[in-house]
């Protein structure tokens, strides 16, 4: 076993007991906050809050913009449970799949990633951001992009939980099927994730394209695009019609490595230095953000390289944002987008950050915002010192029109009885909760507004 561990964390609370989020929109107060040290030490914790009457929610990387993780009971920080097994040979290969491997839940991405590439694997798919906790990641549907490709949840082969009661149970498809389905993506609420079994593959290598286009040019090729690549999105400019384009496709792992040397200017402008810059003058004056954005979107250069999946997947972001998410039908992106352009024209409000478009395939995990459909995300940031409930009020709207399904870690304002609609198994779902968790342990008022307990 690989133990892995991490110095500061980030996620715990400050010396006067507040736990703020990462982006600073969820502020709570729990009445304890502990690291245990393994599986046994969780179950004491979770049957000593138990007794004391204590709600108990876990928290990984702290990157969620809803209050998953808020209470004033019992805060389980996993960062200690950060171990990766020895990887075990598929005996037949599911696709690409070639080995499984035990991972703690409290791993973080990057270091899985990392402890991965040493064992000559990695990760099918991943999203773009690497902060979170394997836990936090699979819990909330993290997704990363393709067309092809599916999101995080549908690489768990196994789960590993502890109850309420303190008892520790493995569920996955052989075993226990339907608690599997419930807990890959599971939202905390049936117990604590300790361990998660992932299928893996080995090392590849990605080449990224990047170049900037007219917005129509990409919503009129977009089925050849997804259809000649593997990994496709765009970041579509606000208050203009360019977009910056990104295909990822795997090539052989002898490839040399082609450098980013074009990429700093780029990188710059999308997501940390220069950005904060850009996104401080449209707070200061936001009627000068359309003109900042064209300037922006015309800076970009056209790029190409090569590198390790994980280094491809993964971007840099330094600047703090809100951000909504939702996933519509694949089909309905083209209206999505023209109905968000006619309210920001119509509006007046004025958007800094680029909007990111994602594709996934249809899976068939009981939560996942990709479940039974063809998939096109469309996410929406604002800068975290401006006010975005005017905006996200009008996405929800817009996105809600077209049956668009929230992604379960960024802010959105729907309930039960809208989720019910988009949702099939979502009573499924909430069946296994009430059968493992009757008291609702691991339920918060955020939980417990959305899923109508």
Known sequence: MDVLSRAPRPHAPTPDGTWRNWSGSVVCRPAAFVEPADAADVARHVTQAVADGRGVRVVGGGHSFTPLVATDGLLLGLDRLAFVDEPVALAAPEGRATHTVRVGAGLRLHDLNRALARLGLAMGNLGDI???SVAGAISTGTHGTGGVAAGLATQVRAVELVLADGTRITASRAERPELFEAARLGLGTLGVLVAVTLAVEPTYVLEAREEPWPLDRVLDGL?????????VEFYWFPHTRRALTKRNNRR???DAPLGRVRGFVDDELLSNGLFEVVNRVGRLAPRAIPRLNAVSSRALSARRFTAPSHEVFV????VRFHETEWAVPHEAL???LAELETWLERSGEHVSFPMEVRFAAPDDVWLSTAYGRRTAYVAVHQYWRTDRRRLFA???EIMVAHEGRPHWGKEHAVARDYLETVYPRLGDHLAVRADVDPSGTFLNPHVRQVLGL
């Open 130 to 132: 690497d902060h979170q």
């Open 223 to 231: 089925d050849d695009l997804l259809a000649a690549n593997e990994h």
């Open 252 to 254: 052989p792992v002898s």
């Open 315 to 318: 971007s840099p972001r330094r």
């Open 334 to 336: 083209p209206a999505v």
């Open 394 to 396: 009008a996405v929800q």
